[in-house]
């Protein structure tokens, strides 16, 4: 239940974002945050035992994001679950907490997603920009909007953890970014 809560909150946040961003002024109208990476990200740092109700929570939003914003069915499946993954493989080594800590790991996601985007592309024949460094300029820009919002996604993803959570304990631990 709290997966799916987390999902069905970031895929209205996409959608807001999504109908709101395209109004902004000059070139932060192509800096769209990756709320998407973000949440994959925040499923496989706080993955519970088993991972594959995180990684399917991840998928799922990927499709809603490829149905909502015309990309082909499955590019940010495969680039949420990639994510994802990566993710869960840092959640020992990484201790995200703190302002700092979550701006510069929220550019690291967004990083991250870009390039298995360009991957997934590539392997795919999925069409790209026509130059590499529009492509780079436009990670640039992801990136930096990423890492703007990611404090504000994870803070909005930790309350909704302290309510699913058990114990006061289990709440405290939620509201304060402990990994469970």
Request: hydrophobic letters at 50%; aromatic letters at 8%; a positive charge.
């Amino acid at each position: 239940m709290r997966i799916a809560t987390i999902v069905l909150v970031a895929y209205v946040l996409c959608v807001i974002t999504a109908a709101v961003w395209r109004f902004m002024p000059g070139f932060t109208r192509d800096a769209v945050p990756a709320i998407g990476a973000l949440t994959a990200a925040y499923l496989g740092h706080t993955t519970r035992p088993y991972r594959a109700p995180s990684m399917a929570g991840s998928v799922v939003l990927g499709y809603l994001m490829d149905v909502v914003s015309g990309t082909p069915t499955g590019l940010s499946c495969l680039v949420l679950g990639v994510t994802h993954d990566v993710a869960r493989t840092t959640q020992q080594r990484i201790f995200v907490r703190g302002t700092t800590m979550t701006i510069a790991y929220s550019a690291f996601i967004s990083v991250l997603a870009s390039i298995a985007r360009v991957i997934v592309c590539v392997v795919f024949g999925i069409p790209r920009p026509p130059t590499f460094g529009l492509e780079l300029q436009q990670m640039a820009l992801i990136a930096l909007a990423t890492a703007l919002v990611g404090p504000l996604v994870w803070r909005l993803f930790r309350r909704i953890d302290a309510a699913y959570a058990r114990t006061h304990r289990e709440r405290d631990a939620a509201l304060e970014g402990l990994t469970p």
